[in-house]
């Protein structure tokens, strides 16, 4: 293979998953509330992709040496902006569609020109009594520059025209800090309905009394706008004590970073849209994007209204532990594999509460990267500290916009007595693992947990993620010597079973599709077939376009960014790609090798990318009892075959629907539900299963 082997831009991929959102809100057949809510997926996704994604191109456009460099960053920016935009003007049609959705089910979210006499009434007590206290507007027309800006608030550009003819210009943020941003308001009169305002049209009704008692006003006009920061933060290596007093002077940095994006109302007139544009100094490889008059709409992912036939019919996630049995026995009795948010999400936080009691428990280490806000699991390790456990908890400060809120969980327990361990120098921990040690007739006893999601009970409730439970010593050893490695680096832990990042993950998943290679080369069956949130490493790319060009099946689910290049004769003819977006988030981290009949499946935390697999700690492991493995290939050949939610990743990733050829219906996440609850039973029945052994995750060549 070449060595500049073909690969589609990244950004562009992810931009293309953000499309698979916007069909969502498209999909006539999604529930009115919940296309409202996909409304505000797809406008936070497109929030963090300009903090992001766009800020790193930037970034290296800025820096870039050499005419071919400035030009590649250059145009990939272009496309960048042109693809936004066509996807923002199908936003605004799909926003009027929804909207115009809402009030066929008499929901209605009324513009303040739309108001009648009582409702504005209403507005104008809410406004005085609520809003006035919150508002601090400011002049930008007689001030170098603007004042610092926070990239998670929306603000108005207000044009004031004064009696005397004269201008002023002004600029205010929208509390929506605190206050809600949808406001119930009375109904018309004899009417049975929902009506909503947001408060920036609450503001935009009584704009002109925030300056009665300065200027002499005659009208006044408001027009939203709002900024994207560079996301990056600039740390040191050094993981010491002050880390934490670093990092938030890093969020302060960040705080202050270079607008990347301004995003603004398109009928915001052009003096005005210019004197905000060098107020906010900024330059040529900024992104400006015209839009409607509501931005922020990430808010409409906690919009309030609806009764239960407009959304989802709420999962009941199904049970994981017999009633009367301690969760230890259970685990010990056989392995447990579990596939939230089908399974309820408690036999974690349940698992943590008893070996905070348990009195044969003595040491509990677990990786926590992003927790609920009020943790469940957190609460249980402190209160394991309180009953005289040892407790050591690895928490990741550098999770992206989870930084202040693992500040504030890790001094929590740092004060509770938790030894709280912040990281590798250079590498963030992103493993999924629990390590429970337990005394049992003057034995040491691991219990353990690998995953590829994280300990948050918010989450769990929409993310498809899996959780292995085991009381298999060598895999115990193994997690338990994954933490050893993170307290001290200097220490070179041998792992039996699992393949670890950055030490042996890479080669272990390389040597994997090698031998699936030479297989085909030999002409007996091979056969690949992985699901992931990202492929995006380059060398896990190429090592796949050789697969497939040796014959090898190759089959791929990946979530958001994928830079292979699909259905390219000559190069990838023998690999097809799916991508699922539905009602779940899909989550979980799977890799299958067909390995000459003896398939090997194995779950992860780490992504195809090049950060997960040589600049974090992730943890590969392998799913060894028979009936797991049945579960998990069921369940992904479920997702395979399904026809309603799942979209065909082409070589330009346009994601077209995959064709229903059999007449019958196909929608996974409902179908694996189905199939869980009908096995329901044959879980009950894993209890006559014992603990197999646990192979070598690097197998012999």
């Not at 006003?217 to 050094?238: C, H, N, P, V, W």
């Not at 080669?507 to 992931?532: N, P, S, Y």
């Not at 629907?657 to 609850?677: E, P, V």
């Amino acid at each position: 293979m070449p060595n500049d082997i073909p690969l589609y831009p990244k950004e562009l991929s992810w931009l293309s998953f953000n499309e698979r959102v916007l069909q969502e809100v498209e999909d006539e057949s999604v529930p009115i509330i919940e296309r409202v809510r996909f409304l505000g997926i797809f406008s936070n996704n497109l929030d963090e992709f300009f903090r992001v994604r766009v800020a790193d191109v930037r970034r290296l456009a800025a820096f870039a040496r050499g005419e071919a460099q400035k030009k590649h960053f250059a145009k990939l920016l272009g496309q960048i902006n042109e693809r936004i935009l066509r996807l923002q003007r199908r936003y605004a049609r799909a926003y009027a569609k929804v909207m115009a959705g809402l009030g066929q089910q008499d929901i209605y979210l009324v513009k303040e020109s739309k108001l009648t006499q009582p409702q504005r009434s209403f507005v104008e007590d809410y406004f005085h009594r609520e809003v006035l206290p919150e508002l601090e507007p400011f002049f930008i027309d007689d001030r170098e520059t603007m004042p610092l800006l926070n990239e998670a608030r929306i603000y108005f550009a207000i044009q004031l025209q004064l009696k005397d003819g004269s201008l002023r210009c002004a600029a205010m943020e929208i509390p929506t800090n605190t206050l809600s941003r949808f406001v119930l308001i009375p109904p018309r009169e004899g009417k049975r309905e929902q009506v909503y305002i947001v408060l920036d049209n609450i503001i935009r009704a009584c704009l002109v009394e925030v300056f009665r008692d300065v200027l002499p006003i005659r009208t006044a006009r408001a027009y939203m706008f709002k900024i994207s920061r560079d996301a990056e933060l600039e740390l040191g290596e050094q993981i010491t004590q002050n880390l934490v007093d670093r990092m938030e002077k890093s969020l302060k940095r960040r705080r202050r970073a270079d607008p990347v994006r301004l995003a603004y109302d398109a009928d915001m007139p052009p003096t005005l849209l210019n004197l905000v544009k060098k107020k906010l100094k900024m330059g040529r490889y900024d992104t400006y994007t015209p839009g409607g008059r509501y931005h922020n709409s990430k808010d409409l992912m906690k919009f309030p209204a609806g009764a239960a036939r407009y959304n989802y019919k709420p999962l009941v996630p199904l049970p994981t532990l017999p009633c009367g049995e301690s969760a230890f026995s259970h685990i010990r009795r056989a392995d447990r594999l579990y596939y939230y948010p089908y399974h309820d999400f408690r036999v974690i936080t349940n698992l943590l509460a008893s070996a905070a009691i348990d009195p044969l428990v003595h040491e509990i280490r677990i990786n926590l990267y992003r927790v609920a806000k009020n943790s469940q699991v957190v609460a249980a390790l402190v209160n394991a500290v309180r009953n005289n456990k040892k407790v050591i908890a690895v928490v990741e400060l550098r999770a992206r916009f989870d930084e202040l809120a693992n500040i504030h969980w890790s001094e929590e327990l740092r004060d509770a007595g938790v030894e709280v361990i912040y990281g590798v120098p250079g590498l963030k921990v992103h493993c999924k693992l629990i390590s429970i040690i337990r005394r049992e007739e003057g034995k040491t006893r691991y219990y353990s947990h690998l995953g590829t999601g994280n300990f948050n009970e918010n989450t769990a409730r929409i993310y498809c993620d899996f959780s292995l439970l085991t009381s298999n010593q060598a895999l115990g050893r193994d997690v338990h010597n994954v933490f050893e490695l993170i307290r001290s680096t200097r220490r070179r832990p041998v792992f039996q079973h699992i393949a670890v990042s950055p030490l042996t993950n890479r080669a272990a998943l390389m040597q994997a599709i090698d031998r699936e290679i030479e297989a085909a080369a030999q002409g007996r069956r091979a056969e690949l077939f992985f699901k992931c949130n990202n492929l995006v490493d380059s060398q896990m790319v190429e090592r796949l376009y050789r697969a497939g060009a040796a014959g090898v099946r190759v089959r791929i689910i990946v979530r958001s960014m994928c830079t292979l290049v699909c259905e390219t004769p000559g190069l990838s003819e023998n690999i097809q790609v799916i991508s699922l977006v539905d009602k779940f988030l899909e989550h979980a981290r799977v890799y299958i090798f067909h390995n000459g009949g003896e398939e090997l499946i194995w779950m992860s935390s780490a992504d195809l990318m090049t950060r997960n697999l040589d600049h974090r700690v992730e943890v590969t492991f392998p799913i060894t009892q028979s009936a797991h493995r049945s579960l998990v290939r069921k369940i992904l050949e479920l997702q395979w075959s399904d026809n309603q939610k799942a979209r065909i990743l082409d070589a330009r990733q346009s994601n077209r629907r995959l064709a229903n050829n059999t007449g019958r219906g196909c929608r996974a996440q409902d179908a694996i539900y189905r199939y869980l609850k009908q096995h329901s039973t044959a879980r009950a029945s894993q209890s006559r299963l014992k603990p197999t052994s646990c192979p070598r995750l690097k197998e012999k060549r």
